[in-house]
């Protein structure tokens, strides 16, 4: 355990000027590691092997050894090998450890460095935020400081130094704070109590008799680094927004199973994202935004704004309705490799990774009382499961002689689905090799439905949406030449639309036809309600007659049109993406009869808020604009059903059109029915980067 250098009582220390680190409050160099006064031993696997002290921005080798960045880095400036078997080594080679590890690493426990004045022991990660704002040992430092620079305001520093001393008794909490940043790199909270212009709350709505304790909603800005060892590889997440659209910002709908963003696991559905790679995307265009995340680089450097629920008027988290998360170990001891744990292990639709459903009465882990239901697993006997599957899971429990060491991530305030993926749980109260299964709940069916004729709307500013027929004659053997996307089977309901147009068939050679087209009807056939599989017959059988009439929808983007077409075609520069799919700013533009919409119903108690946030609307100066969600709070209702995505417009409200509607009529809507609301949405895909 490190020790701070002590002060003897009654002695002021010597120091020269800056030598006190201001984010660790030890005495090194500016080029070395932060020090840190350690409450309890640390575990040798948490050690570096270079400096034997805890690691500090942890790197992995190849050959499966763990080292401090900075020492690796020192290190291989001398040698090209490993220090601990000498294998053949190069720094490029090396990649940060998982978050898993430097989650364990930031929660150790340390000392204040300023023992003689502050007593405090926190978090690893919170002792630059507590040296910085709430620590009487570090403003007594910087006051020496000033006084040792300024002679002359030694009186005064003198005076206020004794005031501070005589004032700070507790911690300072300022809009919760010390709660909200443990885990972030950037501490900076912000409040959105406030509504922006054209913004109407829900969220935040409730009388004062409902909502005692309610005083606004947090959030906090954090930077995030995402690493791909292939430029070309797409993030994986789902964007919408940008400031030609009514949301603003730049928005992340969705993060996709597998992906990149989704291993690195620190961006989230409903992140906004404010900066890339240095540049400022918060007041850019959705086509500008996309350019710029498409771009082809093995690092991206984010800085995201994180929602982190409502405060308390007492400044504390609103701890009834957000989630506390916790990394816990848990040993379980079998007597012999074929006793059952009592666990069940389930896989969720909406997020990666294996999650505990039950467990079994008189089961060791019943017993043993340390895990619950919705617990993540994040590994078994050191494997990393935060992607894997229960049956992983129970290979792994069922080859062990005697000890089975979980670390999962406890998460108090959650209900789990009553919607499990199918064929995906696994029962490790088994001995067999894959565990029985689950008795499998269904999904309720998303029942969606055309855009009934109450629900019409003109098409928002900036679009332009043109018929065309086409006609052509052609030989029977002759291929259309285009491949298709979407479909009334998608996740989302889609039309069928164009994703590339052959340079081999009869439609390339006629023109009219182009990639991203609604295509509405081949010889009278309708084609809009079909699914995919049924639009591919459908196209087949017709394009072997000698004439084929094509009925089909162009949207264009009036404004910025080649900034538009430039960010759909990034997607054809390279990139490895499976297929085209158009921007969700060309999806704006469908003429609502092609929508189809779904009834979104939600349920709260007189003390909770429905938890989203809606821009547009009608504005004087701007004309009709739809409705649609920017905010989607943690721990609220709108949160925990999983239905809604920020980017979801609605278009009725209690089965009453919202078409035509103020901020000022679409309230009381929304207030009217204090626990129980019908939301008819439309849900397009955003835009993949």
């Known amino acids: 355990m490190l020790g701070a250098m002590a002060e003897t009582a009654g002695e002021e220390p010597v120091f020269k000027l800056g030598e006190r680190c201001h984010e660790c409050g030890q005495l090194h160099l500016l080029l070395d590691n932060h020090l840190?006064?350690?409450?309890?031993?640390?575990?040798?696997?948490?050690?570096?092997?270079?400096?034997?002290?805890?690691?500090?921005?942890?790197?992995?080798?190849?050959?499966?050894?763990?080292?401090?960045?900075?020492?690796?880095?020192?290190?291989?400036?001398?040698?090209?090998?490993?220090?601990?078997?000498?294998?053949?080594?190069?720094?490029?080679?090396?990649?940060?450890?998982?978050?898993?590890?430097?989650?364990?690493?930031?929660?150790?426990?340390?000392?204040?460095?300023?023992?003689?004045?502050?007593?405090?022991?926190?978090?690893?990660?919170?002792?630059?935020?507590?040296?910085?704002?709430?620590?009487?040992?570090?403003?007594?430092?910087?006051?020496?400081?000033?006084?040792?620079?300024?002679?002359?305001?030694?009186?005064?520093?003198?005076?206020?130094?004794?005031?501070?001393?005589s004032t700070v008794k507790e911690p300072e909490i300022l809009n919760a704070v010390p709660s909200l940043v443990s885990g972030s790199s950037i501490a900076a909270v912000v409040s959105l109590e406030t509504p922006e212009p054209g913004l109407i709350n829900p969220a935040f709505d409730g009388s004062e008799e409902d909502l005692p304790q309610r005083a606004s909603l947090l959030a906090e800005t954090t930077t995030i680094e995402i690493h791909r060892e292939d430029p070309e590889e797409e993030l994986g997440m789902r964007i919408v927004g940008g400031k030609d659209t009514p949301l603003g910002n730049i928005v992340v709908q969705e993060v996709l199973r597998d992906s990149v963003v989704a291993a690195d696991g620190k961006i989230a559905p409903g992140d906004h994202i404010l900066e890339v790679n240095g540049v400022n995307i918060s007041s850019v265009t959705h086509a500008q935004a996309i350019s710029l995340l498409r771009q082809r680089c093995a690092v991206f450097h984010?800085?995201?704004?994180?929602?982190?629920?409502?405060?308390?008027?007492?400044?504390?988290?609103?701890?009834?309705?957000?989630?506390?998360?916790?990394?816990?170990?848990?040993?379980?001891?079998?007597?012999?490799?074929?006793?059952?744990?009592?666990?069940?292990?389930?896989?969720?639709?909406?997020?990666?990774?294996?999650?505990?459903?039950?467990?079994?009465?008189?089961?060791?882990?019943a017993k043993n009382g340390?895990?619950?239901?919705?617990?993540?697993?994040?590994?078994?006997?050191?494997?990393?499961?935060?992607?894997?599957?229960?049956?992983?899971?129970?290979?792994?429990?069922?080859?062990?002689?005697?000890?089975?060491?979980?670390v999962v991530l406890h998460q108090s305030g959650v209900q789990l689905p009553e919607t499990v993926e199918d064929g995906s749980a696994s029962n490790t109260s088994s001995s067999s090799s894959g565990g029985s299964p689950v008795h499998r709940r269904r999904r309720p069916e998303q029942n969606h439905y055309q855009w009934k004729s109450n629900y019409q709307k003109a098409l928002p500013q900036g679009y332009l949406s043109q018929e065309k027929l086409v006609n052509i004659k052609k030989e029977p053997k002759e291929s259309l030449g285009i491949t298709i996307g979407g479909g009334r089977d998608s996740k989302n309901k889609l039309p069928i639309y164009v994703t590339s147009v052959q340079p081999v068939g009869c439609l390339f050679r006629d023109g009219r036809i182009k990639r991203g087209d609604v295509l509405l009807s081949i010889n009278n056939v309708d084609l809009t309600h079909l699914n995919y599989s049924e639009a591919v017959s459908a196209l087949k059988s017709n394009a072997a007659l000698h004439t084929v009439t094509l009925k089909a929808l162009e949207i264009v983007v009036t404004e910025k049109t080649s900034e538009f077409t430039e960010a759909q075609d990034t997607r054809e520069s390279g990139f490895s993406w499976a297929s085209w799919a158009p921007l969700w700013i060309m999806w704006l533009g469908l003429p609502s009869h092609l929508h189809c919409c779904q009834d979104i119903i939600l349920r709260k108690s007189n003390s909770e808020s429905w938890g989203f946030s809606i821009v547009g609307g009608f504005e004087e100066n701007k004309g009709n604009h739809p409705f649609f969600i920017k905010t989607i709070v943690p721990g609220t209702p709108a949160f925990w059903d999983r239905r809604l995505k920020c980017g979801d417009e609605i278009v009725a409200v209690n089965g009453v059109s919202a078409m035509g509607m103020s901020n000022a009529e679409l309230i009381p809507m929304l207030k009217e029915q204090r626990n129980k609301v019908t939301l008819t949405v439309v849900s397009w895909p955003g835009s993949l980067v």
């Open 36 to 165: 840190y006064n350690f409450q309890d031993e640390v575990d040798d696997e948490l050690t570096c092997h270079i400096c034997l002290q805890p690691l500090l921005q942890p790197m992995d080798t190849p050959c499966g050894h763990t080292y401090c960045f900075k020492c690796l880095e020192n290190f291989m400036q001398e040698y090209d090998f490993c220090p601990m078997d000498r294998k053949k080594l190069s720094f490029q080679q090396c990649r940060k450890s998982s978050l898993l590890v430097r989650n364990l690493l930031d929660k150790l426990i340390v000392l204040c460095p300023f023992q003689e004045d502050c007593k405090h022991t926190m978090q690893r990660c919170e002792l630059e935020a507590h040296l910085q704002n709430r620590c009487p040992g570090f403003k007594k430092f910087k006051a020496h400081l000033e006084r040792k620079k300024n002679p002359r305001f030694r009186l005064k520093a003198d005076s206020l130094s004794r005031q501070e001393a």
């Open 370 to 406: 340390k895990l619950s239901r919705n617990d993540k697993v994040l590994s078994i006997n050191g494997q990393d499961l935060r992607q894997g599957t229960p049956e992983a899971a129970a290979q792994i429990i069922q080859t062990c002689e005697a000890r089975v060491n979980f």
């Open 302 to 365: 984010f800085i995201v704004l994180q929602e982190k629920g409502f405060t308390t008027r007492t400044g504390q988290l609103d701890s009834s309705r957000s989630v506390n998360q916790e990394v816990i170990h848990v040993t379980l001891v079998k007597r012999d490799r074929s006793e059952p744990l009592g666990i069940k292990l389930i896989r969720k639709t909406d997020e990666p990774g294996i999650f505990i459903l039950d467990l079994l009465d008189g089961g060791l882990a």
